[in-house]
C-alpha cells in the first residue's frame, strides 16, 4: 500500500489527538523542584494597550528582583501564535510555564503540550474553557479576576444610579477571551433582571482605544437613542468618550460611560466626570505569580482559583484612591 499525504495527515492528528488523550489521563499537574531560582516563561497574548504593558512590566520586575531567567514572548494578538511561543518555550526546557491565554480554546493544545512535556503551567488573568483542562490537573491554577463579577458590579451600579438613562451600548472585548465572555455574562444577566434596561447593541473592540471609538461611533449613528455605553476595558472606554464627542454629546452628561480595569488614566476620567463608574482589574501579576510557583515548588496546596480583589471607583471615592491607581 503507497503511504498517501492523507495517510500521514490522518495519522499526525490520531497521534496528536492520542498525545492529548495521554496527557490528559495522568491526574495530577507537572510537578516543579525546589530550587534556588527558575528559567520561567511568559507567554503574553500582545502589547496593544496599557493593561497587557503593565502586566508584562510586572512580570519582568519580579524575574529581576529574584535573579530569575525569564523568556518572554510576544503573540502580537494571535492566539496561534501564542500556542507556537509556548511549544517554543517547551523546547527550550523551562521549568516552568506563566500563560495569559489570549482565547479560551485555541490554548488548550499548548497546555497539554506542557503537560506531556513535564512542565507545570500557571494561567495569569484570563482563563481556559473549563471543559476542556482543569486546575490542578492540566495546569497548576487560574490567578486573575472574577470577571463575571466585575460584569455584575457595573451593571448593579447603573440599576442603582442610572436616572433614566436605560438604553445600552456594550463594546465586547476580545472575542473568544475569558474576560469578554465573562464580563458579557456579568453585566447582561444582571440587566436581564431589570426589563426598564435595554441592550440595543453589543459589539466587539478588542479591548482596543481606536476599535473601541470606531465601533462606538458606527453604534451611536445607528442608536442615537443610547445613553449609557458599558465598555469591557478602559481603552474602549476611553475610545467611546472620544465616539460621544465626535456626535456632539457630551460624556457624563448625555451618555454613561462604564468600564472595568480602572487605571489611572480612567479614574482621572471619574473625577473629571466623563467616566461614571469602572471596576478595577489589577495587571500587576508578579509578585502573586511567582510567589505561587515557590509555595507550589515547596508542596503547598495551591487552590484552582486564585482570585484578586478589584476596587471600585465612582465619583464617590475616584479622587481620594486616584494615586492607588495602576
Ligand atoms: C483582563 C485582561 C484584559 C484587560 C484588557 O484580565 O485580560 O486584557 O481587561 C486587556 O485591558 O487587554
Known sequence: ??????????????????????????AAAPPLAKKETYKVGFAQTESNNPWRLAQTASMQAEAEKRGWQLVYTDAAGSAAKQVADVNSMIAQGVDLIFLAPREEKPLIPAIMAAKGANIPVILLDRNVDQTLATAGEDYVTFIGSNFIEEGQRIAEWLVANANGKTTIIELEGTTGSSPANDRKKGFDDVIAQHPEFKIVASQTGDFARDKGRQVAETLLQAHPDANVIYAHNDEMAIGAIAAVEAAGKVAGTDVLILSIDGGKEAVQLVVDGKIAAVVECNPRFGPKAFDTAVAYANGETIPALILNPDQFYDASNAAELLSTAY
Do not use: G, K, P, W
Open 1 to 26: 500500500m503507497t503511504i498517501t499525504r492523507r495517510h500521514l495527515l490522518i495519522s499526525s492528528a490520531a497521534a496528536a489527538a492520542a498525545a492529548v488523550l495521554v496527557s490528559r489521563a495522568s
